[in-house]
């Protein structure tokens, strides 16, 4: 069978899966088990089981999503090669393979040994050197190959991650919680990818504007022995109208001794006396535990973890794709109108 027949029969097979499974969608009136004579609903599995449930079904959607993204590659290739009359071997050659660099010198390949633990010779190790730096160049050619086609294409994914239910009604929200969009992040503030995409956050909601708002969560990894004290000093800074200025300081700084949180409420210029006992009481304890407790329920086990609309996904996201997933939801909410944008009106699935 030809590449283009293989992937046209994903297409259609994808396709018939996707009317399938919302065809099938379970009810949650649905009846899945009865215990003595007491009924078991959809519903009722769905909530007690969710913390068991987000993790499996996100690590499914991580395998469907890059099942899909190969098949667009391949598309776009297919698409490539026909407006130019080749095959797509032909274009792989001409396009990417014809402009590889040259292979590696002597000098090259005995270098990448010296740098390798092994106890085989420099002549049993030269020829598999060689051809692992081909390929990798050739892997890195291939996917700005790639990038390029599809920066020049109209590419929208309709597939979505899990979703569940969060509770954002008392927590600290940068924007309109009405936004069509709401995007939930659970966080520590001592995670260093945590470091890394808050100022991509702050990036997104200046594009989006009004379309967007955040909302933090707490989410304090055991760790991290300074992440516990920041996520109540965030929140004494709360209680004096500053949220989200120190929660940017906090990021931006990463100096989470006790006596660093004291510093940077007086850089804001807060009522260090107030903030003071806030701090040293624990005060903010129990509004930081409830956060944590949430994301133990859902079954969260790393930072940052997302709800975009709901829709779950973790790990350092680039610009580029948190972008991406904000302008897919857009779509979503222009042709869904009445779609609810609040976490609050998820559910499991």
């Known amino acids: 069978m030809s590449r283009i027949t293989t992937a046209f029969v994903h297409g259609i097979l994808l396709s018939a899966l996707a009317v399938l499974a919302v065809a099938q969608a379970p009810k949650d009136s649905e009846l899945i088990a009865e215990v003595n004579g007491e009924k078991l609903t959809r519903a009722d599995f769905e909530h007690l089981e969710s913390s068991k449930l987000l993790q499996a079904r996100y690590q499914y959607y991580e395998a469907e999503r890059k099942a899909v993204d190969d098949l667009i590659d391949q598309r776009l290739l297919e698409q490539q090669a026909r407006q130019q009359g080749l095959a797509v071997d032909q274009l792989l050659e001409r396009e990417i393979t014809a402009k590889l660099q040259p292979d590696p010198t002597e000098d090259q390949i005995r270098i990448y040994y010296e740098g390798m633990e092994t106890d085989k010779t420099y002549e049993e190790m030269r020829d598999k050197i060689r051809t692992h730096i081909h390929d990798v160049r050739l892997n890195k050619a291939k996917a700005a190959y790639l990038v390029s086609l599809r920066q020049q294409s109209k590419i929208m994914v309709d597939l979505e991650p899990p979703s569940a239910l969060v509770n954002v009604a008392n927590s600290p929200v940068r924007g309109n919680k009405e936004a069509p969009i709401l995007l939930v992040e659970f966080a520590d ?55 989200w200025e120190y929660h940017d300081l906090l990021f931006s700084e990463k100096k989470l001794e006790v ?55 973790s790990g350092a996201l680039t610009y580029a794709a948190l972008r991406d997933m904000v302008a897919q939801q857009l779509q979503t909410a222009s042709l869904s109108p009445n779609k609810g944008a609040s976490a609050t009106e998820s559910s499991t699935r």
């Open 189 to 243: 503030y001592q995670c260093p990818y945590c470091q890394k995409v808050n100022a991509d956050l702050g990036k997104l909601k200046q594009e989006f504007g009004d379309r967007l708002a955040l909302v933090y969560k707490d989410f304090p990894l055991p760790m991290h022995p300074n992440a516990q004290k920041a996520a109540e000093a965030a929140r004494c800074a709360d209680a004096q109208g500053k949220f």
């Open 259 to 313: 006596s660093d949180l004291k510093l940077q409420a007086r850089k804001l210029s807060l009522n260090g006396t107030s903030f003071d006992q806030c701090l040293d009481s624990g005060e903010k304890a129990s509004l930081v535990q409830r956060d944590a407790d949430e994301g133990k329920r859902l079954g969260l086990s790393g930072t940052p973890s997302f709800f975009l609309n709901g829709h779950f996904f």
